[in-house]
């Protein structure tokens, strides 16, 4: 399986910047995509970002910029110009093929917090 380790919430001023860390590792043969995504209080889950292994890149907010480290199996999301709407648990998706295994598989991390609020 892959477990996914995200780190870089916490609480910001409105206006800062913040930047998430997710590192995968485990089972893995090849990384197809990673994404974050963001779910707010009483609101359902929704994209923010996601890059493929090739480097492509779609972004539902120009605010935030997505890359990767594909030699470690982690993705980066840098967040700035931060809104108190922006306010949400912020989990990162692993899309891939596992060792062993021809089915590609979705794994998800425990998400982080990300407050922002003066």
């Known amino acids: 399986q892959v477990q996914l380790v995200e780190s870089g919430g916490g609480l910001v001023q409105p206006g800062g910047s913040l930047r998430l860390s997710c590192a995968a590792s485990?089972?893995?043969?090849?990384?197809?995509?990673m994404a974050w995504y963001r779910q707010a209080p009483g609101k359902q889950r929704e994209l923010v970002a996601v890059?493929?292994?090739?480097g492509v890149t779609n972004y539902a907010d120009s605010r935030f910029t997505i890359s990767r480290d594909n030699a470690k199996n982690t993705v980066y999301l840098q967040m700035n110009s931060l809104k108190p709407e922006d306010t949400a648990v912020y989990s990162c998706?692993?899309?891939?093929?596992?060792?062993?295994?021809?089915?590609?598989?979705?794994?998800w991390g425990q998400g982080t917090q990300v407050t922002v609020s003066s």
């Open positions: 998706k692993w899309s891939g093929y596992l060792t062993g295994s021809m089915s590609k598989y979705d794994y």
């Open positions: 485990g089972r893995i043969r090849s990384t197809s995509a």
């Open positions: 890059i493929t292994s090739g």
